[in-house]
């Protein structure tokens, strides 16, 4: 239900792709069977009702008297059979890709290149150094259950099977049957975590897509991608995570999290590469009597052991019985328990990776060049080395992050205890560093073990001691980055490098060198601007261009969730985008490599949106193959549920790094400086408006907090750390997650629209059209704002609103909302020349508006349910049946927090 201003002329008739029909009809099946044919009859006469009233009949079957009429049991049924439409609805989605627009592959950005006079070799040396990133973070948007992913990730490897023509499972099940059977688990799973997650849980459910999908999708990738480029690819795609890492406001993450985080994921690891080789021994049956053999890989079967006279003549079996006792050795060091399938010989444990992966490769060349199979990486044997080289004995590299504030209280405490300054939080930044670049210029510790010291130091120093042992254990990829949260200045990287001192991960003999990377996270407004500035004096510091010589480049991090609750959608794009380009310039006048971590959250309120254009969108000279991205809470089920879904995603985020790097700019020079000209005026005013209503409006805080379910979110059991970052009741110290997740849930979607009409006003149409058309960077933009409005909705924004108890800000606040957002959608109309939202995006318009009709009744369902539960009825179904919707709108909107 948009505003007509926004929409006329009618849209095209709702469709279904058959999936949805085929999942639907089952699912009304089992609602049939296991709720009753009176639950059934009410759901489906409500659902029809609904989809009827989006085709434009006025309240048709009385829709309103019908969610009315049901009981608690009915409401709470009904409210799980559209979460499950609505989970299904997406998988039928994510199987055909319609609703998204990330189609980029390698092939099709070579063949792009090539159009520009650019050929795969350029390609390959610029990979050479490249490094493309994903990773994962625990932050808490994913409302669904692990159990209910797994059913649906069951129900999805079947509709492949059914897609493939079978009509059995290998387990001789009816293929059809056995989805039906699956619909009818996920109607009787629990729906809703009873218990708050806790940080182990968190490990277990991101290991879950580190072991099942990253970690066979991504040597398959790499195989065709080698078929693609002619030959094989440097390892440029690799995984990061910061769940066990992330101390930001999270209590809970400590040593022991971060030993069982990066413990599990190993585990994982070289379990997989045991599974691997015993599959090998069992391919390869190569004779020495039929086939020529390297003499490597006969010393590689001599030292095996395997003196078993049924494989004398077949070395590459003895060989591999060799490599295997070695990594099961490996395994017995690392985890203290043999390996799931004892060795037949014993060996010595590798030292590393890399002496697993030269074994391997040995057999490999043998293969290709004397015993002529299988020369590409296709093979299950280049499959195995891949892995080894892209995931290690670590599977992901965990970051580590923590508040500069924590850092400062714990430098601060050491200093004192030490005896070398008694007040440090006193001195001016001048002092700090001065101070902070002796202690670094020398050996000695700060700590002592005959101190005492708070339990906030014991805890920040004990992390450190465990990166430390990490290193030792699963080697230096395991850990490579500290991500410094509210960095504002450059004592507060060099505090970080201090405390690695302290563990031994900064030496400042022979040249300074930190094991691990201090990188700033910059988050505000005011900190994005600062940004070049406190990045060109760190690059000063010869201590620091020694370090960062030896890593080969330097990381900083901007933050897209804080930047847009400080100062909105516009004003966050747009100073995200000059941060960027003037670090660039930065960086290129130190002669240091730059990377970019960019930490993007599901909602477009949170840098959400298209990864492909969102990156094919960077200003020139800002990416140059290296990026990391964090994909977070609900999009990681989204993008990585399937193999399928994750290749997809992975390949454009690829494709998308490459192009941004290479191909010629599109937009000429003095077209840039034209247009961000117009960009900086339409921040500035997109930046008032939102900052009068959201900062400066007498009351706001409290009308935000009555009209969404805010304190309804954050009693969900939906992840490890808190909602708030303290008992205040000021937006400022919200976190952005709970700010952008609760206006979805109120249809309202704020943070990724507001001020935007205003500032559209006060420019030329017909320029911004000239900016659409020529500029990635502004069609992104809109393209997001767009997507933004089609899924907000003032007219049940408005049933919302009659939350806020005093009738006069109710009214002057969403009021003010409701014109304000009917103005931005006029606007958006006018300069992108439609007459009614996604008009030139019929996949994702059909996407959005086949959900529509099962949302709406889910929000008018909440709003009864919040009015009930706040007036203090304490029924326990009120409070599921509030919770459940809170599970199922967030699964229809998909990119709501």
């Given amino acids: 239900m948009t505003n007509s201003t926004a929409r006329a002329p009618a849209a095209p008739p709702l469709s279904q792709n058959a999936d949805v029909r085929f999942l639907g009809r089952i699912l009304g099946d089992v609602i049939r069977t296991y709720g009753g044919d009176a639950l059934f009859r009410r759901i489906e006469d409500i659902r029809a009702a609904s989809v009827d009233r989006h085709r434009g009949v006025e309240n048709p079957r ?11 049991d009915e409401t709470v049924g009904f409210v799980r059979a559209f979460m499950l439409f609505s989970m299904l609805a997406n998988l039928a989605e994510d199987r055909q890709d319609t609703g998204a627009d990330e189609q980029g592959t390698l092939a099709e950005a070579l063949r792009h290149l090539e159009s520009q006079g650019m050929g795969s070799d350029r390609v390959l040396a610029m ?6 990133s994903p990773v994962l973070t625990a932050h808490p948007t994913e409302v669904m259950r692990k159990s209910m992913l797994d059913h649906r990730n069951r129900i999805a490897i079947l509709m492949r099977q059914r897609d493939a023509g079978f009509t059995d499972t290998l387990d001789g099940e009816v293929i059809e049957e056995a989805i039906a059977g699956e619909v009818a688990l996920l109607w009787q799973t629990r729906a809703l975590r009873r218990q708050r997650l806790y940080v182990a849980d968190e490990v277990d459910i991101a290991l879950a897509y580190l072991r099942d999908v990253f ?49 599990r994921a190993s585990q994982a690891a070289l379990g997989a590469y045991l599974d691997e080789l015993n599959a090998l021994g069992a391919e390869l049956s190569v004779s020495i009597e039929l086939a020529a053999v390297s003499d490597a890989v006969k010393a590689l079967a001599e030292r095996s052991g395997d003196t078993s006279p049924v494989r004398a003549d077949e070395p590459y079996r003895r060989a591999i019985t060799g490599i295997y006792a070695r990594l099961a050795a490996t395994y017995q060091q690392l ?101 902070l670049r002796r202690e670094l210029a020398t050996e000695r510790l700060l700590a ?34 500290y991500i410094v949260s509210k960095c504002e200045s450059v004592s507060d990287l060099l505090e970080v490098n201090v405390l690695l001192k302290e563990a031994g991960l900064y030496r400042p003999r022979d040249g300074a060198r930190a094991a691990i990377m201090a990188v ?7 900190d994005l601007t600062r940004s070049a500035d406190i990045m060109r004096s760190w690059l000063a510091l010869p201590e620091t261009a020694a370090s960062v010589a030896a890593h080969g480049h330097q990381e900083v991090m901007v933050g ?24 660039a310039g930065v960086f290129e006048a130190c002669g240091t490599r730059m990377q970019v971590f960019h930490g993007r959250g599901g909602a477009v309120g949170r840098g959400g949106g298209s990864s492909f254009a969102a990156i094919r969108a960077q200003p020139p000279a800002t990416v140059k193959g290296r990026i990391r991205i964090t994909e977070q809470g609900e999009i990681i089920a989204a993008k990585y549920g399937t193999r399928e879904s994750a290749a997809r995603h992975l390949e454009a985020i690829t494709a998308a790094t490459i192009l941004a790097s290479l191909e010629n700019a599109s937009l000429p020079d003095s077209d840039r400086r034209r247009f961000g000209a117009v960009m900086e005026s339409l921040s500035a005013a997109a930046f008032r408006a939102y900052r009068s209503l959201v900062y400066e ?3 706001f805080a409290i009308f935000f907090r009555q009209m969404t379910p805010l304190q309804e979110i954050a009693e969900l059991k939906i992840g490890s750390r808190p909602a708030s970052r303290s008992s205040s009741q000021r937006i400022e110290d919200l976190r952005a997650i709970p700010w952008v997740f609760s206006w979805a849930q109120a249809r309202v979607m704020l943070p990724g629209w507001y001020g935007v009409g205003e500032a559209l006003s006060a420019a030329d149409a017909g320029l911004l059209r000239e900016m659409l058309d020529a500029w990635p960077f502004f069609r992104a933009t809109l393209d997001n704002l767009e997507m933004v409005l089609s899924k907000s909705d003032m007219d049940i924004a408005a049933h919302y609103a009659s939350l806020v108890a005093d009738t006069a800000l109710r009214e002057a606040l969403f009021g003010r909302l409701r014109d304000a957002w009917r103005h931005t959608c006029d606007k958006l109309l006018e300069v992108t020349g439609q007459t009614r939202l996604l008009e030139k995006h019929p996949s994702l318009e059909a996407s959005i508006r086949l959900r529509l009709p099962y949302i709406e009744p889910l929000n008018m369902l909440q709003v009864e349910l919040l009015k009930r539960h706040r007036a203090g009825e304490h029924d326990s179904r009120v409070r599921e049946g509030i919770h459940l919707s809170i599970n199922a709108i967030a699964t229809a909107l998909r990119n709501s927090g």
């Fill in 560 to 583: 897209y969730s804080d930047s847009n609750k400080d100062g909105g959608y516009l004003t966050s794009v747009w100073c995200l985008h000059q941060a960027t380009e003037a670090l």
């Fill in 62 to 72: 009385g829709i309103d008297a019908m969610l009315d009429a049901l009981t608690l």
């Fill in 215 to 263: 970690l066979p999708v991504l040597p398959v990738l790499y195989a065709r991608w080698e078929r693609d480029l002619g030959r094989r690819p440097a390892p440029f795609l690799t995984l990061g995570s910061w769940i066990g890492g992330d101390r930001d406001g999270n209590p809970h993450v400590t040593a022991d999290s971060l030993e069982l985080a990066l413990g």
């Fill in 448 to 481: 002592s073990p005959y101190a005492q010291y708070s339990a906030e130091t014991r805890s920040e120093l004990a992390i450190l001691h465990a990166a430390a042992q990490a290193h030792r254990r699963y080697g230096s990829s395991s850990v490579t980055t």
């Fill in 520 to 526: 700033p996270l910059f988050e505000t407004i005011v």
């Fill in 697 to 699: 409006t007498a009351g």
């Fill in 335 to 435: 985890f203290g328990r043999p390996a799931p399938r004892p060795p037949l010989v014993q060996a010595e444990p590798y030292p590393d990776a890399a002496a697993l992966r030269a074994d391997l490769e040995t057999l490999q060349r043998s293969l290709a060049t004397d015993s002529k199979l299988r020369p590409r990486g296709g093979n299950a044997l280049g499959r195995l080395i891949r892995a080894v080289e892209t995931f290690g004995f670590h599977l992901a590299r965990l970051d580590l992050r923590q508040n500069a504030d924590v850092h400062a209280r714990v430098v601060a405490e050491l200093l004192t205890v030490a005896g070398v300054t008694s007040d440090y939080a006193a001195l001016e930044e001048g002092e700090r560093v001065a101070l």
């Fill in 127 to 132: 990979l050479e150094s490249a490094l493309i």
